[in-house]
């Protein structure tokens, strides 16, 4: 079974930084589309960014674009979310996901299409 674990959250001011991290473990797949998802209380869980295994695209939530980067490194088999210049709105649990085979070279993915799922990590931002 393919297991991601996250770490990284934290509470934060506002316009301070954080950076999530997920370790994918376990995977018989040479291939992911890897991505962020949020969920805020009260409202439905929304792709963050995402990111094929070449790492040759990043797309991201227009809410956070220009603040967020996403990178992956293969060999060590770790995806990351750096946040930047956070806002209160971005108050969450950030979910890391994995998608063996999809080959997510587009700007929008949906949860459905997203097998494994990390348990998820509380980020708090306070103004």
């Known amino acids: 079974q393919v297991h991601l674990v996250e770490s990284g959250g934290d509470s934060v001011q506002a316009g301070g930084s954080l950076k999530l991290s997920c370790v994918v473990s376990?995977?018989?797949?040479?291939?992911?589309?890897m991505a962020w998802f949020r969920q805020a209380p009260g409202k439905e869980r929304e792709g963050v960014a995402h990111m094929f295994t070449d790492g040759g695209s990043a797309f991201y939530a227009d809410s956070v674009k220009g603040r967020f980067t996403i990178s992956r490194d293969n060999a060590k088999n770790t995806f990351d979310l750096q946040m930047d210049y956070l806002k209160p709105e971005d108050t969450a649990m950030y979910y890391c996901?994995?998608?063996?085979?999809?080959?997510?070279?587009?700007?929008?993915?949906?949860?459905?299409?997203?097998?494994?799922w990390g348990r998820g990590m509380q980020v708090t931002v306070s103004s």
């Open positions: 376990g995977t018989p797949y040479s291939t992911y589309c």
């Open positions: 996901a994995a998608a063996p085979n999809l080959v997510c070279t587009a700007a929008t993915v949906t949860e459905d299409l997203f097998g494994y």
